[in-house]
């Protein structure tokens, strides 16, 4: 058996119809949904680090947009982010396996990565499933948390570079003074930890 390369996604060819920016978050809301239902715990679910507090709401569109390859001359792109929990239990296997087995009979292809025990005892897996669409599922589960990172399948459509500007814009507003607040003196709209610029 041959072991799938882990690179990049392939993007559809040209001409093949594109997926719009708002099909491929519902597709990465519904690969994530799947995912947190084939775990069998349905509540307690975070998006991104149990630290920032922020439960699972995919109407957030809180994701990332990664440049995943052309599709001819075009930047393709994929939206993804990951959900994460307290560990079911201090074994990460069985959670490891259930979704290995879930994942391999939607079509995936699944590697497990890493599978590692400390002399104390505390587990580490991290899996990853792959499917020719160019969605992936990510897995990380430790004694501690379990993380699943889903990515949605590649496109080129135009609304992604809208939605993607509208964003940027969004906060950019959000970071300027309200009326109500002073400006920033010069000098410190010159600073260079102006934290204003952070996400540039």
Known sequence: MSVPALGDPAPQSP????KTIDELLTQWAD?????IAATGVTD???RGAILDNKPWDPAAEDVAL??????GSKDAHQVDNEVTHDAFEHDPHPIADKLTAYWESEGFTVLRTVDWKSPQGEMDIAIRATRSDGVFYGLTATSKIVAIGAASECSTHPSIDTWAEKRVEDRWK??????????PSPAADAAPDDD???WM
Not at 15 to 18: C, E, I, K, L, V
Not at 66 to 71: A, E, F, Q, R
Request: glycine fraction near 10%; aromatic fraction near 10%; include cysteine.
């Open 15 to 18: 001409g093949t119809p594109q």
């Open 174 to 183: 959000s970071l300027q003074p309200t009326p109500s607040e002073p400006s």
């Open 66 to 71: 990664t440049l995943c390859g052309t599709v």
């Open 31 to 35: 690969l994530t949904n799947a995912a």
């Open 196 to 198: 204003r610029f952070s």
């Open 44 to 46: 307690g679910w975070f």
